[in-house]
């Protein structure tokens, strides 16, 4: 069966997505149907938008959602069946490759087929318009009514979670806490700085309140961002849009910070949470950067005072064991996601939110497909 569906498709690159009709087969054999519910407004769609990062066009982007099967294939296991909620993964997890074995799914080899093909985890196209295929971004693709996922690309969501809240625990919630869950593990007392107030650098703050932090330090260029981190857990705050942060972290921790987090993913600000290491402590890279970017770091500083750069693409989660364990964190209060919730837009307003996104959003906005209520 194909379906006629609504859908933001990027034609070129730095120009707005365009809502359009387009035609959606049913699943393959071991993939999918999945009506979308919710789609967080992310970063890294982005860096495709604007072309920093590269993906096979037409496309329709969109990374971060969640919805409701409504169709199985063939030979699909079992474990999701129509009807079911399910947060949609950017990362797939085919369980046969050297990463998938040896517990780094996060890592999975597939990944390279979704780039490299703009399909699903197998290369395989379930999108198209007249004039041939329309490319899915990360095999996800869920900025339209309905997608055709690989099962392996999901994680069931409980009937109580909202939409919106599974959508952005599917990744930015996801990167954030995963961070401190799966990188920092312990740092009960130690300080910690996040280096940026987006949808990830929020979750890092929730996620390192958590594991004790003190004090946390939030950075970030915008007033309402660092008030919004202040809520979720921030002890700290700096503006760093005209202060030396540097020097005021060094001086708030007494030597430097224990972890860095930077969730922006630019040079200039990789290289300041080097600086605001102390001896033997550990700047974490999250945000991603337009693609062959560097930056610098003095060699003396690395082995004279035995500090660590470490990237963590997804949080280095599992998230079939991550999720669950968020969803839980959520229902007991202790991780209030709904707080990371910003601002709501209809489909057809898509290019709208990237725009407010672009210009300094509070808070993690979502795409509503069947519209915001009033």
Partial sequence: ????????????IDQPMRIEQIQLSGPGE????VEIEAAGVCHSDLHYLRGGLRAPLPLVPGHEGAGRVIAVGSRTSG?????DRVALLWRPNCGRCVQCMSGASVMCESAAIQARTGGLIDGAIRMSDENGPVHHLMGVSCFSEKVVVHERSVVPVPEDISAEVAAIAGCAVITGVGVTRNVIGGC???????????????????GARLAGARPLIAVDIDDGKLELATRLGATTTI???????????????????????????RPDTLRAAVQMLRPRGTAVAVGLGAAGQTFEIPINELVQRQKRVVGSLYGSSTPAIDLPAIF??????????????????????????????????VGRSVILPEGVSP
């Fill in 239 to 265: 503006n760093s849009r005209d202060r030396d942060v540097v020097e005021e972290v060094l001086e708030l921790t007494g030597g430097g910070a224990a972890w860095v987090i930077e969730a922006i993913g």
């Fill in 1 to 12: 069966m194909t379906y006629t569906v609504n859908a933001a498709v990027l034609r070129e």
């Fill in 30 to 33: 071991e993939e999918l149907l």
């Fill in 328 to 361: 839980e964190l959520y229902r007991s209060g202790e991780l209030p996601l709904d707080e990371l919730i910003g601002a709501r837009y209809a489909l057809e307003d898509v290019t709208v939110a990237f725009d407010a996104l672009a210009q300094g959003a």
């Fill in 79 to 83: 474990a999701i069946r129509v009807g």
């Fill in 188 to 206: 009960l007392g130690d300080p910690v700085v996040v280096l940026g107030a987006g949808g990830v650098g929020l979750a890092a703050v929730m």
